[in-house]
């Protein structure tokens, strides 16, 4: 009797990965991963993606930030520019201050992607993290004929943790004030970034 229970449930098992190999694996949903503005008017909620494309999700139950927020935004595209929103992560969203040099703050940084793009200076960026929120700030040295761009960051005391992904994007829309009106032109700017291996000197400009 229990031999021949054994080579039934044998049997069994052996139908089960049968069946379970017949069937094909689901396929995931194309996805698009991009900083994007997000834009709130009453209950209206769109993304701008950097390139000016406006998307409109198909519900806004993923959809939390503040108007004029920078976003990761995690979405997969429908029809008519309406997408599905998987995720949305906000990020760190400033604009270009004074203060430099005296509020300048030199914690090195590892640099993974910077670029200028939707009016923006955007920054992907790896730090040491272990429990205390580290402080990032874009200064502008006043004393220099060029622009040039201090990006900040500070520990704030963190003790030694691991590694971490920050985003960032800084609005540079002050450096078209200094145009005259109704001028459009590249802005060109130098961006100094204290890494582990030195100052980085990246020439930029704003378009």
């Keep these: 009797m229990q031999i021949s229970r054994k080579i039934a449930f044998t049997f069994m098992a052996f139908l089960l990965f049968v069946s379970g190999c ?26 701008q993606l950097d390139n000016g494309q406006l998307l409109t999700p198909e519900s806004n139950d993923n959809v939390k930030g503040k108007h004029r927020q920078r976003v990761l935004l995690n979405y997969t595209p429908i029809k008519d520019n309406r997408v599905k ?5 906000p990020i760190y969203t400033g604009a270009i201050e004074e203060g430099y040099p005296e509020r ?15 009016g923006y200076l955007n920054l992907i960026i790896e730090v ?16 220099t004929t060029g622009i ?6 500070s520990r704030n005391n ?8 920050m985003h960032a994007s800084f609005l ?36």
């Design 128 to 143: 040491e993290f272990h429990d205390k929120p580290h402080t990032l700030a874009l200064l502008r040295n006043l004393d």
């Design 148 to 153: 040039d761009l201090y990006l900040s960051h």
């Design 22 to 47: 017949d069937k094909e694996p689901k396929r995931m949903d194309d996805y698009f991963v991009e900083f994007a503005t997000l834009l709130k008017e009453g209950s209206s909620i769109r993304f």
């Design 172 to 207: 540079l829309s002050a450096l078209r004030s200094e145009l005259p009106e109704n001028l459009e032109q590249p802005v060109p700017f130098r961006l100094f970034i204290n890494t582990h291996t030195g100052m980085r000197i990246f020439q930029l400009e704003l378009i």
């Design 158 to 165: 963190d003790p030694p943790g691991y590694p971490q992904t």
């Design 85 to 89: 929103v998987n995720h949305v992560l």
């Design 104 to 118: 300048y703050a030199n914690d090195p940084v590892k640099v993974l992607s910077v670029w200028v793009g939707g």
